[in-house]
């Protein structure tokens, strides 16, 4: 696994994301760093806060509006994906650690 995606409050496991996934979210993740300074890395471990999950939602959304999303259907799918989860932990108010290898 590229990286492991934590629960911030207890350490629960909840699921990966494997080099493919690390390479399709490479492009919000490198939006993301130039926006925040913030740089998430497939080898060193990362909090993403509520705030910070918010904002790559945000990124996520600029980015769906202004791509060709049939271009690289496999990799929409899966930032859409990832923007699901991502809105599915900020409602639940759950902050993320990401692990990396």
């Not at 995606?5 to 490479?26: A, K």
């Not at 492009?27 to 471990?45: A, H, L, M, N, Q």
């Not at 799918?77 to 759950?94: A, D, P, Q, R």
């Amino acid at each position: 696994m590229a990286l492991d995606i934590h629960r911030l409050d207890n350490n629960d496991y909840i699921f990966g994301l494997n080099d493919e996934w690390q390479s399709c979210l490479d492009v919000i993740f490198k939006r993301y760093e130039r926006s925040t300074g913030i740089y998430i890395d497939p080898y060193k471990d990362t909090i993403l806060d509520l705030d910070n999950m918010k904002f790559l939602i945000k990124l996520i959304d600029e980015y769906v509006q202004k791509m060709d999303l049939n271009m690289n259907r496999k990799q929409t799918s899966i930032i859409l994906e990832f923007k699901g989860m991502l809105n599915l932990f900020v409602k639940k108010n759950i902050a993320l650690k990401l692990y990396g290898d």
